[in-house]
C-alpha cells in the first residue's frame, strides 16, 4: 500500500521558482525600508511588476501535472495578482491613487485561502502555522484599507516595505511545502 502525502498547494519540482519569487520579494521590501524616499509610484509600479510575475508563477502551479486539491486557489490566485499587477503598472497615477485597495484585496484573499489550508491540513503537524499566517495575512490587508482610506503615505510606505518582507517570507514558506518529498 502507497503512502500519499497529499498538499493543499500540490507538489512540484519547480518548487524553487517559488522560492526565487519568495526571496526577490523579501529583498524588495528591505531596500524600500532602507530608502523609501524613493518614491511611492516606484513602489506601487515595482510591487506590480512582482505581482504579475506571482501571477504568472501561480498560473504555472495550476496548471501543472501534480498539482494538489488546492489548484483552483492557484488559479484564481494568479488571475487576480495578474489583473492587480497588469492595473498598477498601466497608469502610475491609477496605482498610486488605488495601491492600498488593490494590495488589501490581495492580502485578504491570501488570509483566507490560508486559513482554509489550514483548517484542510489538520492532521499535519504545522498545520497552526498556517493558521497563524492567514490571520495575519488579513490584518495586514486591513492596516492597507486603513492607510487608503486616511490617505497617509508613511503609513503605506511602512506597510509596502513589511508586506514585501513578510510575504516573501510566506511565500518560501509555501514553496517548501511544495518541494516533492523521495519515496
Given at each position: 500500500?502507497?503512502?500519499?502525502?497529499?498538499?493543499?498547494?500540490?507538489?512540484?519540482?519547480y518548487w524553487w521558482v517559488v522560492l526565487t519569487v519568495g526571496i526577490l520579494m523579501v529583498i524588495c521590501g528591505f531596500a524600500y525600508w532602507i530608502w523609501p524616499v524613493s518614491g511611492f509610484a516606484i513602489a506601487s509600479q515595482?510591487?506590480?511588476?512582482?505581482?504579475?510575475?506571482?501571477?504568472?508563477?501561480?498560473?504555472?502551479?495550476?496548471?501543472?501535472?501534480?498539482?494538489?486539491?488546492?489548484?483552483?486557489?492557484?488559479?484564481?490566485?494568479g488571475i487576480i495578482d495578474m489583473f492587480i499587477g497588469f492595473m498598477l503598472v498601466r497608469s502610475v497615477?491609477?496605482?498610486?491613487?488605488?495601491?492600498?485597495?488593490?494590495?488589501?484585496?490581495?492580502?485578504?484573499?491570501?488570509?483566507?485561502?490560508?486559513?482554509?489550508?489550514?483548517?484542510?491540513?489538520?492532521?499535519?503537524?504545522?498545520?497552526?502555522?498556517?493558521?497563524?499566517?492567514?490571520?495575519?495575512?488579513?490584518?495586514?490587508?486591513?492596516?492597507?484599507?486603513?492607510?487608503?482610506?486616511?490617505?497617509d503615505m508613511m503609513m503605506t510606505s511602512f506597510l509596502t516595505s513589511l508586506a514585501f518582507i513578510y510575504w516573501g517570507f510566506s511565500i518560501a514558506m509555501v514553496s517548501y511545502d511544495m518541494k516533492p518529498t523521495r519515496n
Open positions: 500500500m502507497k503512502n500519499f502525502n497529499l498538499s493543499f498547494w500540490g507538489r512540484t519540482r515595482l510591487f506590480g511588476w512582482l505581482l504579475v510575475l506571482a501571477g504568472i508563477v501561480q498560473l504555472c502551479v495550476a496548471a501543472g501535472p501534480n498539482h494538489g486539491r488546492g489548484w483552483g486557489w492557484w488559479l484564481a490566485g497615477v491609477l496605482s498610486e491613487a488605488v495601491f492600498p485597495y488593490f494590495i488589501a484585496i490581495i492580502f485578504l484573499y491570501w488570509g483566507i485561502s490560508a486559513i482554509i489550508s489550514s483548517v484542510s491540513q489538520r492532521d499535519r503537524r504545522y498545520w497552526w502555522l498556517y493558521l497563524i499566517n492567514g490571520i495575519l495575512l488579513m490584518i495586514i490587508g486591513f492596516f492597507f484599507i486603513e492607510a487608503g482610506w486616511v490617505q
